[in-house]
């Protein structure tokens, strides 16, 4: 009982170093970048908040367990901005070895379902992760729009490359959302040809 | 539809400022004052590790929810420091507030819904909303420990004031979970007036 509850624990404090990995994209207000932990917990809210647009057999209650642990594995490998030029095959060797560890601080039975999880959202095959990542891909594009372009202008985005990264995984678990998005999009990346 | 996507956007733009907040305890690493927002992840993920410390009848998925939306109210009301001097009454007046500007930003019915599962957890009476309390309650002692008093220091806190306002809600929902961590409360607060 000890034990486990210690193993827990460490786990959980070593979880607090979520909080200290730095996103490409930056607060609404623009007043610093955004870290992981707290990108976590809104697209968490933004789960709950737009659960009525999950498709049908979706469990809502899954995707938030995928959501509030999706990112624990950045805080081995770091978090690689979409629009960067990352090396894939890479990243995904440096994110598994990340959840060997960090998961393993758990009891063992807990290591094995939290790695599973995390496992079926990274595979995107499965109804829970297919929604997962598209809630996922949502937040930064809305930040974006608000604050003038943010990261898109520190990667220079174009509507093409938007449509290609965010917009194929958002229209999988989200295909109402994305149209309601994208005419914004256009309008926006129109003003900035034109400006 | 798209007025109630805006509406669910509106909020979900407004909930940004959560990471904004600033509460009284610091990262385990000290780096930094931890915000509202990175502070919920973390909590939900306590709830989600610990969730075999529950009491029978609590639903750890209604607990989770709860957790995500319970210092939403913060925005407009700050946080209130749980060793600081309060005005309890003027703060519950000013949350209430809060609450009824921020979930309005929502579509009624989900208005209605986040308003109403807020209420339950500031009540701390139903099962969900007890144990939601002593998870939010737990988070800041287990870091204050790791880094040699944290915030107790900042307000001076002894080992009778810990067991009255942290330890009466942990152990109401998470007696082994106390029972673990008093011993360790002892010995810091022991050794710390040896000095």
Redesign the interface.
Known sequence: ??ER?DA??A???E??????ILRASC???G?RH??S??H???I???A???SEQAAPGVDI?RV??ML??HDIVEIDAGDAPIHGNVDHAAMAAKEAAAADRLFRL?PSD?AESFRALWGEFEAAESPDAIHAKSIDRLQTP??NL?TGGGSWKDYDVTLEQLEARVGVPVKRGLP??WA?LLPKLQTFFAARERG
Chains 1, 2 share one sequence.
Not at 15 to 20: E, G, H
């Open positions: 009982m000890t509850l827990q624990f786990f959980l404090r979880a607090d170093k979520l909080k200290s607060l609404i207000d007043s955004e870290n932990a707290e976590s917990w809104h968490m809210l933004y709950l908040v737009l209650n938030l367990k509030l642990i758990l807990q809305i930040a608000v109402k959302v309601w």
